[in-house]
């Protein structure tokens, strides 16, 4: 049986060089890194001095809002004791000196709760962006520092609470509500206002002498052992 011939075609097709294919998979995985790297990383992925700038910012924000807050009710504070009280005990009329301390007092107690929340909040924000620097000498240095300041902290919001609710909201609820308290009553309102406020002054005196050496102990250099 003759061999069957195979058909003729006027052109024939280019033949390829083939590539082995562990040199294929290398190439594509190249290419692929390639590709990969020169694509913009996300924004939390990104290591530039852009985050730590921010960082910064809101510290140092963070740190003036707080220093500020504490001034505001320092102020008010001494305000109350040198300006309010004398003001209202130089009235002569009973009535007219119950009004007057109801006026003031209903200004001084949202400004002082608000002041003393806010310098605590910001406080709070602090304490974080500290330990997150100092990591394992967080406690080892601003242990003791920070447990004093704390604890004459809860004192200063349990008297300064007092003054505004124990003391501020009943003159103000007595006077607008037609029965403003008598002389007797006031005075003793008054003069538990005025010890009040001096302990608050006493206990700033001492947070602000501990919170310097918690800052002294927050700025030492940290041991690489």
């Known amino acids: 049986m003759p061999a069957r011939s195979r058909p003729q075609y006027g052109f024939s097709l280019p033949r390829q060089p083939t590539r082995p294919l562990p040199r294929l998979l290398c190439e594509a995985s190249a290419a692929s890194v390639t590709s990969a790297l020169k694509r913009p990383l996300p924004p939390r992925l990104r290591f530039t001095d852009s985050a730590t700038k921010t960082r910064r910012v809101e510290s140092q924000l963070n740190l003036w809002m707080h220093l500020l807050a504490f001034a505001v009710y320092t102020g008010a504070t001494v305000a ?117 406020a001096m302990l608050a002054l006493v206990l700033i005196a001492i947070i602000v002498w501990v919170a310097m050496g918690l800052s002294t102990a927050a700025v030492l250099p940290v041991s690489s052992a």
């Open 80 to 196: 109350l004791l040198a300006m309010g009280l004398p003001a209202i005990m130089s009235e002569r009329e009973p009535v007219r000196r119950a009004q007057l301390a109801a006026a003031v007092l209903r200004v001084y107690d949202p400004l002082s709760i608000g002041a003393l929340g806010v310098s605590i909040m910001t406080g709070a924000f602090s304490l974080t962006a500290y330990k997150a620097a100092l990591r394992a000498a967080f406690f080892d240095r601003m242990g003791g520092p920070l447990a004093w300041k704390l604890f004459f902290t809860f004192v200063l919001v349990n008297l300064a609470a007092y003054i505004a609710f124990g003391i501020g909201h009943r003159v103000v609820r007595a006077v607008d509500g037609g029965t403003p308290p008598d002389a007797v009553q006031l005075a003793a309102f008054l003069r538990r206002l005025r010890t009040s």
